[in-house]
C-alpha cells in the first residue's frame, strides 16, 4: 500500500498550510485503484498522470491530467468522496488550513463542501507550476515543492486568519470529545461567536466538525495509520460497537471490518497526513521523526 511522503511545511507557511506531501504510484496496464478522499480541510492537489474521476455533490467528473499535470481544489469533505484513478499517477498534496480561502477569490467553504475546482488558488492556473512537477528523487522532489509554495504565499501578502480557526483545529486534532461550551469559554468567546467562525470558514458546524474529527481517528487507526497504543481510547468516544459501525458507514459507506481488510491506499494517505499532523499538535512527534506505523530504518515509501 502506498504512503506519502509528507511533511510540516517551513514555520512562515503555517497559518495556510498544514502539511505538503508526495505520492508516486506506478501500476500495471489496465489496473486502476477505487478508493476515495476524506479530508476536513481544503487539499490543494497536483495531478500527473492518469486520469481521475471523482463522485462529488456537483456529479462524476473526470479530470485527465496527463504529463502536464492538473491542479484540483478539493474543498471540505462532510463524508468520503470516492475516487478512482485509471492507472498510474504522481500527485503534490498541499493540506491547507480553514484560513487560506480567505485570502483568494473562492466560494465560501459551505459551498465547497464535497466539491473540486479545477484551479490552483496561488497562481489562477489549472496547470501546475514546474516547481511541482515530479521527480525521481521524492525529497528533491517535495523540497521543490515547498520552495515554490514558500515564494507564492510570501510574495501574496496573505491576511493571518482568525486566531479562533486554529484553536478549534487543534481542538479536534486533540480533545474532539471535548465540551463546546469549555471550549468556548477557555478561548473567550461566546457560543454565538464561535458557531458563526466556524461555520463561516469550515462550513460545517462545531458539533459536526468535532464529530467527523472523531471519526477520521478512528478510520486511521482501523487503517493501520495511527498510534496503535491510542486505539483503545479512541474506541470508547463511542458508545458501543453499534455505534462505531453506524458512525464508519455514515462517512466511509463502510463497516470498521472493512476498512481493516479493505483496499484503501488514497484514504489511507489522507489519513496518515492528518494523524501526522496530530501527533504533532499532542506533542508526539517532531517534525523530523518518523510516525509511529512507519518503519524508522526503511527508505521514504513512495511507490
Same mark, same amino acid.
Given at each position: ?20 506531501? @508526495? ?19 481544503? /487539499? ?15 456529479? @462524476? ?29 504522481? /500527485? ?29 488558488? +496561488? ?23 515547498? =520552495? ?15 486566531? +479562533? ?9 486533540? =480533545? ?17 461567536? +464561535? ?41 470508547? &468516544? ?10 464508519? &458507514? ?28 496530530? +501527533? ?24
Amino acid at each position: 500500500m502506498p504512503l506519502s511522503l509528507n511533511r510540516s511545511p517551513h514555520p512562515d507557511l503555517r497559518h495556510w498550510l498544514m502539511r505538503v506531501g @508526495v505520492t508516486s504510484v506506478d501500476m500495471p496496464e489496465g489496473a486502476a485503484i477505487e478508493c476515495a478522499s476524506m479530508c476536513e480541510h481544503p /487539499v490543494l492537489r497536483m495531478i500527473y498522470g492518469a486520469k481521475w474521476t471523482a463522485e462529488t455533490a456537483d456529479g @462524476v467528473q473526470e479530470f485527465e491530467p496527463g504529463e502536464e499535470g492538473m491542479a484540483l481544489y478539493f474543498g471540505p469533505e462532510t463524508r468520503a468522496m470516492k475516487l478512482k484513478v485509471h492507472g498510474s499517477f504522481r /500527485v503534490v498534496s498541499v493540506n491547507c488550513t480553514s484560513g487560506f480561502a480567505h485570502n483568494f477569490d473562492l466560494p465560501e467553504a459551505s459551498e465547497m463542501l464535497d466539491r473540486i475546482l479545477p484551479i490552483d488558488p +496561488l497562481t489562477g492556473h489549472g496547470i501546475p507550476h514546474e516547481g511541482h512537477r515530479p521527480q525521481d528523487d521524492p525529497v528533491a522532489w517535495l523540497d521543490a515543492c515547498e =520552495a515554490h509554495l514558500h515564494e507564492r504565499i510570501s510574495k501574496a501578502g496573505l491576511e493571518e486568519p482568525h486566531g +479562533l480557526l486554529e484553536a478549534f483545529e487543534w481542538q479536534c486534532l486533540t =480533545a474532539p470529545n471535548a465540551s463546546l461550551a469549555d471550549f468556548a469559554d477557555t478561548t473567550g468567546v461566546t457560543r454565538r461567536t +464561535l458557531e458563526r467562525t466556524i461555520n463561516r470558514h469550515w462550513g460545517v458546524t462545531p458539533k459536526f466538525a468535532l464529530r467527523r474529527a472523531r471519526a477520521l481517528d478512528m478510520a486511521a487507526a482501523l487503517l493501520g495509520v495511527a498510534d496503535e497504543d491510542e486505539e483503545p481510547e479512541l474506541r470508547l &468516544r463511542y458508545f458501543d460497537q453499534s455505534h462505531l459501525s453506524r458512525e464508519m &458507514r455514515h462517512f466511509f459507506d463502510q463497516t470498521p471490518r472493512g476498512l481493516q481488510v479493505g483496499d484503501c491506499p488514497l484514504l489511507r494517505i489522507t489519513m496518515e497526513i492528518r494523524q501526522s499532523r496530530r +501527533l504533532e499538535a499532542l506533542a508526539k512527534l517532531s517534525a523530523d521523526e518518523p510516525a509511529p506505523w512507519r518503519d524508522p530504518d526503511a527508505e521514504p515509501d513512495t511507490d
